[in-house]
């Protein structure tokens, strides 16, 4: 058995001084020990495990009751608590059934801090909702995600999971499987985007939930979209709630919470929109080039200083009015205002095959699938920034990528276009794709020369999907917002829509689709509030203009 590395200065590496400051705190008041147990054939990954033994030993500084093992894959304790691949970590398992099949390194760092503070605490944390529903599993559930260190969405789903293994000790067992270090697994499940989960070898959700939203998934076992919650859900006032929580949303967030607004932001996924999805931002002033994760980070981390922010909380009801009232999965909220920033989600391509390979070779995000891809051949389809940023992306992780577009000429930026060019990555020019097709996951799609009017199949394992963005209009429609003939909120130029004391900012307004123009679409719909609820115009004459 190795002794764990207990040298600050490589702790450090991982968790700067400040972190460590905070997490000691954290940890501080758990009741219970937490055990960690990592098992690795020797020989195999010996760099990676490296790290990972690393990542423990700074773990441990921070606090004494994380107590840290490690076992060669032959021990029979690695029979005893059922563990046959390496790395694997295995927590409390005189408790719980927990594993994480790989090393929780990337965005998986969250999942492993998250399971060890429950682990610590020996309860769930569940919410009330979720909980009720918890209630009601009695028969045992072997789940599985499918999980990737580049995915900002995972740990999400990964934590659901482990509160359910915590909460019903005796039923659910989990395992969090990296697909980084298990593609077999990954093949075999067909996992090809994450996060996927499985329980008792059944497909039960396609991306991350929110708690409630798994745990009813898990009960039926099949993906559950709507969460009505309890009559005696908890009831949240406020002068302003905000709806989304891309970067209008928490710039609006920040301006309106300034002003003297009791505001709150309620966001149905994680905290940052499309910037979460982002590999590289190059173009936010005072910013020269970052991971869009990083980006929205630092400003979820500002507007969290101003607003309450409810996370994976989808809004599903509407009620216009003074006060107006929302309803969520977990909550009703009533407010002043309403600002709408539900900003866009991907275009599909409508053709044969796409629902289906969904999933399995089908992907619309290259920073969460893209490693699950390495060293295979994919198609990306599309031809502006986000289209060329998201080639080069692949191509940086080692994806053998093909771009294809309809017309001769792309419509991204210079300097990408350029990059694209200089890495050699192949361009099929006035190329449309007509048809994906597969045998248990993609294996070719059909592609058709609009010039030579000839079709051919080309063989892939996956196909990227990156043609652009439809705005979130769902909720404006049921609430009866205008339009425009483009399918956006149309507002007064000041964000104002056609109900009064309801708002509108961002992508889902149409226009330039940036993160500068959002944010500042944020901030002046906030001020537009602001002055609105001082002096109500509902109540005073209409100004004109506005429709
Ligand atoms: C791959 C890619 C690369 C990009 N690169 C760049 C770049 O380099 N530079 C740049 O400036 N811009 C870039 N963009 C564009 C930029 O990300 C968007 O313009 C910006 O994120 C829009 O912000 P938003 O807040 O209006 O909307 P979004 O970022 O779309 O955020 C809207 C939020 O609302 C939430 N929401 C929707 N409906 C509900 C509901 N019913 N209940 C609760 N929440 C809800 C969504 O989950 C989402 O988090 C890129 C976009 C993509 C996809």
């Keep these: 058995m190795n002794k764990p590395q207990s040298n600050a200065a490589a702790a450090e590496e991982f968790l700067p001084k400040d972190v460590q400051a905070q997490l000691k705190e954290v940890f501080r008041p758990l009741p219970h020990d937490i055990p960690v147990y990592l098992f690795s054939r020797k020989g195999e990954d010996e760099a990676e495990i490296q790290i990972g033994r690393s990542l423990m030993a700074a773990l441990q500084l921070v606090s004494d009751k994380i107590k840290f093992k490690e076992y060669d894959l032959s021990h029979k304790q690695a029979k005893k608590w059922g563990v046959d691949r390496s790395p694997t970590l295995v927590f409390a398992p005189e408790k719980y059934s927990i594993k994480y099949l790989g090393l929780p390194l990337g965005e998986e760092g969250r999942t492993l801090i998250e399971t060890l503070i429950l682990i610590g605490l020996g309860r769930s944390q569940l919410n009330d909702q979720a909980g009720k529903v918890m209630a009601g599993i009695n028969e045992p559930r072997k789940v599985r995600v499918f999980v990737s260190p580049s995915c900002p969405y995972c740990p999400q789903q990964a934590v659901n999971a482990v509160k359910a293994a915590i909460e019903k000790p005796g039923l659910v067992a989990v395992e969090i499987v990296d697909t980084n270090y298990n593609a077999d697994l990954a093949e075999r499940y067909q996992a090809f985007s994450v996060p996927q989960t499985w329980a008792n070898e059944v497909l039960i959700a396609r991306g991350a939930q929110s708690q409630e939203l798994f745990v009813s998934s898990l009960e039926r076992m099949e993906e559950q979209t709507y969460f009505i919650p309890d009559s005696d859900a908890p009831r949240v006032e406020a002068d302003l709630v905000i709806i989304g929580g891309g970067p209008a949303g928490l710039s609006a967030g920040i ?55 409810f996370p994976r909380e989808p809004v599903m009801e509407i009620k216009p009015g003074q006060p107006l009232e929302l309803v969520t999965s977990l909550r009703r909220f009533s407010a002043r205002a309403l600002l709408l920033a539900t900003g866009a989600s991907h275009k599909r391509l409508g053709v044969t095959g796409e629902s289906r390979w969904a999933g399995r070779g089908v992907s619309y995000c290259s920073t969460c699938d893209g490693p699950l891809f390495k060293g295979k051949k994919v198609a990306l389809v599309g031809g502006g920034n986000s289209a060329v940023t998201e080639a080069l992306h692949l191509y940086h992780l080692g994806v053998v990528v093909t771009l294809i577009h309809r017309r001769d000429a792309l419509r991204a930026q210079e300097h990408l276009v350029q990059d694209l060019f200089d890495k050699k990555i192949p361009v099929l020019w006035n190329t449309e794709v007509k048809a994906i097709r597969g045998r248990e996951k993609v294996t070719g799609i059909e592609i058709y020369n609009n010039q030579t009017k000839t079709t051919e199949t080309l063989p892939v394992d996956g196909l990227f999907v990156s043609i652009g963005y439809t705005p979130e209009v769902e909720l404006a429609e049921k609430i009866g917002l205008e339009l425009t003939g483009d399918g956006y909120i149309k507002h007064d130029g000041m964000h104002r829509t056609n109900i009064p004391g309801v708002y509108s900012a961002g992508d889902v307004e149409g226009g330039y689709k940036q993160i500068v123009v959002a944010a500042g679409a944020g901030a002046a719909a906030a001020m537009t509030i602001f002055e609105d609820l001082t002096h109500p115009y509902w109540k005073e004459a209409r100004p004109p203009g506005r429709p």
């Design 255 to 309: 301006y309106a919470a300034r002003s003297g607004l009791k505001t709150v932001i309620v966001e149905r996924a994680n905290l940052g929109g499309q910037v979460a999805l982002t590999p590289i931002v190059e173009n936010y002033p005072g910013v020269k080039r970052i991971a869009g994760k990083d980006l929205v980070d630092i400003m979820a981390a500002h507007a969290l200083q101003y607003v309450r922010i």
